[in-house]
């Protein structure tokens, strides 16, 4: 079987691993972003650590890449990343690709997340498959029949930038009430701020801890994250039909708190496509679901 060089680069960590044809992790080495330290020494830790898995006996066919957006599938090069601020105009293939001599796969992080949950989560889906993370960003990846959508010239659809309420407050992609404005992890936080400008800071899953314990303002603030997360499900629904949503990142630990309201939401706007039929669950991956995609994307444009 076919193992690949997979590489998860995180604003905070970035995680490299042996992954085989069949989803089974055989090495994993980790090490902290360090961004400051700029782009050409975080691929020298890279190709590091590749090599040190490759020393334990795990021959890659090539190395497969999942990094935080915007940047282009096709030439591999960085774009402005707001967690990898000096890393603009770095090359991810072509720097890999001579550090290790393979042939190099590059996929925007949440794209290859949506790979990964399509080809090795739970409930697998070769459908029209939608997966979304919300944590402190909210973003997301299309998949039809297995392979990604792409947009003009390679671009990843920005699915945490759809406007549900454009009296909303500002976002730093230009729109007013985004969806990622409303509904991340720091939208909740902030919130909450706004409503006891005098308490200290909450992060979200401390408001979810909170509700549970029947806090009353945790509880409306917990409320309306779920009725922001179904707003912007039932859009996906209604526009993509989709067979199956996976929901991950951290937010969705809580999910249980938030999908009643969500699931009401969809059921109540989503009138027009059988919207019943689409199946909504919990990502399952976890952590390795970049890790995981990075792989298949590998494997997707060289296997046959
Ligand atoms: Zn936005």
């Not at 042939?103 to 992080?109: K, T």
């Not at 960003?137 to 390679?154: A, K, P, Q, S, T």
């Not at 500002?170 to 404005?181: D, I, M, N, V």
Request: glycine share 14%; with cysteine; proline share 5%.
């Amino acid at each position: 079987m076919i193992t690949v060089g997979s590489v998860d680069i995180g604003g905070t960590k970035i995680a490299v691993g042996a992954v085989r044809e069949d989803g089974a992790i055989l090495a994993r080495h980790e090490c902290k972003t360090e961004p400051e330290k700029g782009f050409h020494n975080a691929m020298q830790r890279i190709i590091e650590m590749l090599r040190a898995i490759s020393a334990e006996g795990l021959q890659f066919k090539g190395i497969g890449v999942g990094c935080p957006g915007p940047l282009s599938p096709t030439t591999g090069v960085i774009e402005e990343v707001g967690t990898l601020p000096s890393w603009q105009g770095g090359n991810l293939l072509v720097e890999l690709e001579a550090g290790m001599n393979l042939p190099v796969v590059v996929e925007n992080d949440a794209d290859a997340a949506a790979l990964g949950e399509a080809r090795w989560g739970s409930d697998a889906s070769d459908g029209t498959f939608i997966y979304v993370t919300i944590s402190t960003g909210i973003g997301g990846g299309i998949l039809f029949g297995g392979h990604l959508y792409r947009g003009v010239d390679g671009a990843h659809p920005e699915i945490g930038h759809q406007v549900l309420d454009d009296s909303g407050r500002p976002c730093y992609c230009g729109a007013r009430g985004c969806w990622e404005s409303l509904a991340s992890g720091p939208a909740m936080t902030r919130w909450m701020r706004e409503q006891q400008p005098d308490a200290p800071n909450a992060t979200a899953s401390e408001i979810c801890e909170a509700a549970k314990l029947g806090d009353v303002l945790a509880i409306r603030c917990v409320e309306r994250e779920g009725y922001y997360i179904g707003l912007g499900l039932a859009n996906l629904i209604t526009i993509f039909a989709p067979d199956k949503i996976a929901l991950g990142g951290g937010i969705m630990k809580s999910g249980p708190l938030f999908m009643d309201i969500a699931r009401q939401v969809i059921r109540d706007i989503c009138t027009q496509v059988p919207s019943k039929k689409t199946r909504i669950a919990s990502a399952s991956l976890g952590q390795d679901s970049v890790l995981l995609g990075a792989a298949q994307a590998w494997l997707l444009r060289h296997k046959r």
